[in-house]
Nanobody, 123 residues
Framework: QVQLVESGGGSVQAGGSLRLSCAIS????????MAWFRQAPGKEREFVAA????????VYADSVKGRFTISRDNAKNTVYLQMDSLKPEDTAVYYC????????????????WGQGTQVTVSS
């Protein structure tokens, strides 16, 4: 059974930083593309960042480019999202997701999802 468990969310003031982690129980983790999405109240779930199975390829939403960094540790079956210079508009529940195949931003392409972790940024 595939399980994705996010952690590291919390409350922070604007300009601050948080680091999210997502631990995955899945065989052959190193073959999966990993991604982070987020969903703010009343809005659709949106793409944040994704990383290839080698870690050599990354893609970001324009809204977080230059502020967020996605990385992975295949030895630990874990993917991270370092979030710096946080803004109130980053407030959302953050989800990690996994898929086999190509790097993609499309929510519907991802097969496995975590339960989410809340990030709240106050002004």
């Amino acid at each position: 059974q595939v399980q994705l468990v996010e952690s590291g969310g919390g409350s922070v003031q604007a300009g601050g930083s948080l680091r999210l982690s997502c631990a995955i129980s899945i065989s052959s983790f190193y073959t999966y593309v990993m991604a982070w999405f987020r969903q703010a109240p009343g809005k659709e779930r949106e793409f944040v960042a994704a990383i290839s199975w080698t870690g050599g390829g990354t893609v970001y939403a324009d809204s977080v480019k230059g502020r967020f960094t996605i990385s992975r540790d295949n030895a630990k079956n874990t993917v991270y999202l370092q979030m710096d210079s946080l803004k109130p508009e980053d407030t959302a529940v953050y989800y990690c997701a996994a898929r086999r195949g190509l790097l993609t931003k499309a929510r519907t392409d991802y097969n496995y999802w975590g339960q989410g972790t809340q990030v709240t940024v106050s002004s």
